[in-house]
């Protein structure tokens, strides 16, 4: 049996069977402008668009209509016990109620607020940034290679000297990079999941500071916005690990909050405030990485004094 959900204030009530559904509806407690959802629909509604679902047409008109007269909450008894009509057959055919709708996101696309709101700390927002670093980082490089090696073709065609070709191989790869990672960022963090694939991994989405999604302009702006606060030697990005909503400079700047992926929709208790398996494991081998780099340094630069000695 089909199980729904329905809005009373800013709670969410259920789930509960139809024959529920219909006894809350005849005794007034559901209106037709109640939202409602079930497992399936793609947001929540009102319950006078799914009349016609449940064949509720003429119990809806009539509470739309209490002038008539006629009384839709007598007989309890026969409901209550189980006896009255089931949808589609005897008089109650048009009777009440339609379901609840929502895929876990926003209610009718708008965000859902009066919740708790869990934000994105330094250690997520790191974990999620090396895992787009590793996605970015590769096709920049399989791009740029490809176009170098494209550059250095027509530069031997064409007799040019080869340091020139490298230097514009040198300046297209950057390029290539630069609009790789303006277009990552910006439409994944104006899609519809406020989120890139490594804030996807880690359950994380960027949002207005009210809930709502960003725009691909915001989106966009948010990225040149990155790189003001990489330039501030990324004291920027560390502000997210002390401001009161883990925004970093750029955020500030854009009106945005990095929140976990459940914020702002009707099923806030879902939120996470650990960091989570894939987080750890990230910043695990992250770190691991990060050692490695910094003794081949110190090794190069060991050598290089050695010999020079």
């Known amino acids: 049996m089909t199980e729904w959900y329905y809005a009373e204030g800013q709670q969410r009530q259920g ?56 009384d839709l909450r007598g007989d309890y008894a026969a409901i209550d016990n189980g006896t009255a009509p089931l949808p589609g057959t005897g008089p109650l055919s048009a009777s009440p109620y339609s379901a609840p709708a929502s895929d876990g996101g926003y209610v009718d696309g708008r965000p859902v607020a009066g919740g708790e709101v869990v ?20 096709s920049s490089m399989i791009l740029g290679a490809i176009a170098g090696l494209g550059i250095g073709g027509a530069a031997s065609f064409a007799g040019g000297g080869s ?9 297209v790869g950057a390029l290539i990079g630069f609009g790789i990672s303006l277009a990552y960022y910006g439409w994944f963090h104006a899609s519809s999941g406020g989120a890139t ?7 994380i989405k960027v949002v207005r500071s009210n809930g709502e999604r960003i725009t691909l302009g915001r989106s966009i702006g948010r990225y040149f916005g990155t790189i003001l606060s990489s330039l501030t030697l990324l004291i920027g990005y560390i502000m997210a690990a002390f401001t009161e909503r883990k925004q970093a400079l750029h955020d500030m700047l854009c009106d945005t909050v ?10 806030p208790q879902l939120q996470r405030r650990d960091l989570g398996a894939v987080a750890i494991v990230v910043l695990v081998l992250g770190g691991i990485g990060a050692i490695g780099l910094l003794a081949m340094m110190v090794a190069v630069i060991g050598m290089i004094a050695k010999m020079a000695s």
Do not use: C, H, N
């Open 163 to 171: 340091s020139a070709a490298e230097v514009a191989g040198q300046l």
């Open 15 to 70: 789930p509960v069977p139809e024959q529920e559904i219909r006894q809350l509806f005849q005794r007034g407690q559901l209106t037709l402008e109640t939202l409602v959802w079930r497992e399936g629909m793609a947001q929540w509604a009102e319950l006078r668009t799914k009349v016609d679902e449940l064949q509720l047409q003429e119990l809806a008109t009539v509470a739309a209509e209490p002038s008539t007269g006629f």
């Open 258 to 267: 990095v929140v976990d992926k459940w914020a702002f929709t009707d099923q």
């Open 197 to 203: 694939p490594g804030k996807m991994a880690i359950g």
């Open 119 to 138: 934000y994105a700390g330094f250690w997520k927002r790191l974990a999620a940034y090396l895992i787009d670093y590793v996605i970015l980082t590769g």
